[in-house]
Nanobody
Framework: HVQLVESGGGPVQAGESLTISCAVS????????MAWFRRRPGRECEGITA???????TAYADDEGRFAISVDSAKNTVSLHMTRLKPEDSGTYYC???????????????????????WGQGTQVTVS
């Protein structure tokens, strides 16, 4: 049974940093694409970043270099490190897990929600 549980969200002041985490069970985070998505008010779900450690594959949306993903293989957890937060970053952040792309994609991780099989329940981040 695969389970992803996010934690670490909450209120934060603009300009500050915040790290949110995702505990993964029943699935090996380092062998697959682990990604962070978010849903902001009035907007569709958008991919932020993804990482497949064993494939050395990373994907980032254009976030001005403010967000970074990391995987702790020993703890099987995934974290999203956010810096210089802005009020427009407020929303619900989701951890997702899915397979690495095939050889024709050069074993890349997608930022399309359709490519991810497992999802956490989300954690709310509010920047004011």
């Amino acid at each position: 049974h695969v389970q992803l549980v996010e934690s670490g969200g909450g209120p934060v002041q603009a300009g500050e940093s915040l790290t949110i985490s995702c505990a993964v069970s029943g699935y090996t985070a380092s062998r697959n694409c682990m990604a962070w998505f978010r849903r902001r008010p009035g907007r569709e779900c958008e991919g932020i970043t993804a990482l497949a450690v064993d494939y050395d594959a990373t994907a980032y949306a254009d976030d001005e270099g403010r967000f970074a993903i990391s995987v702790d293989s020993a703890k099987n957890t995934v974290s999203l490190h956010m810096t210089r937060l802005k009020p427009e970053d407020s929303g619900t952040y989701y951890c997702a897990a899915g397979p690495v792309g095939g050889w024709w994609t050069q074993y890349r991780c997608s930022l399309s929600a359709d490519e991810y099989t497992y999802w956490g329940q989300g954690t709310q981040v509010t920047v004011s």
